[in-house]
Nanobody
Framework: QVQLVESGGGLVQAGGSLRLSCAAS?????MGWFRQAPGKEREFVAA????????TYADSVKGRFTISRDSATNMVYLQMNSLKPEDTAVYYC????????????????WGQGTQVTVSS
C-alpha cells in the first residue's frame, strides 16, 4: 500500500510563496499535484515523471510554480511563487507508475491534502 503524506500548506498573502512537500512510501512513481477549490472540481496543477526528466504544468500556474523531486528520499516538491487568491484550494499529491495518467486524471494513489489559502 502506497502512502502519500503532504505538508507545507498554510496562509500567505497574495504575491507570496509556499513550498509543498509530498513524501511517498515504497518504490519510485510518477507524481503530481492536483487542487480543489470550494465548489469546484479537482484540477491538475503539475506532474513530474518517474525519473524526473519530464514535467507538465497547468497553464494557470506556468511560470509561477515549479515541481521537483528528490529521488534519494522519494520526495516531491511544489514551489509556488507569486501566489494569487485564485490559487486557494486543498492541494493533493498523487502517484502512479503511468505518467500520462498522473498528468491527466491523476494517479491511483492520493494523499489526504493540504490547505493553501492566499489572502488578497
Amino acid at each position: 500500500q502506497v502512502q502519500l503524506v503532504e505538508s507545507g500548506g498554510g496562509l500567505v498573502q497574495a504575491g507570496g510563496s509556499l513550498r509543498l512537500s509530498c513524501a511517498a512510501s515504497g518504490r519510485r512513481y510518477s507524481m503530481g499535484w492536483f487542487r480543489q477549490a470550494p465548489g469546484k472540481e479537482r484540477e491538475f496543477v503539475a506532474a513530474v515523471s518517474m525519473n524526473g526528466g519530464s514535467t507538465t504544468y497547468a497553464d494557470s500556474v506556468k511560470g509561477r510554480f515549479t515541481i521537483s523531486r528528490d529521488s534519494a528520499t522519494n520526495m516531491v516538491y511544489l514551489q509556488m511563487n507569486s501566489l494569487k487568491p485564485e490559487d486557494t484550494a486543498v492541494y493533493y499529491c498523487t502517484a502512479d507508475i503511468d505518467y500520462i495518467m498522473v498528468r491527466t486524471s491523476g494517479g491511483s494513489y492520493w494523499g489526504q491534502g493540504t490547505q493553501v489559502t492566499v489572502s488578497s
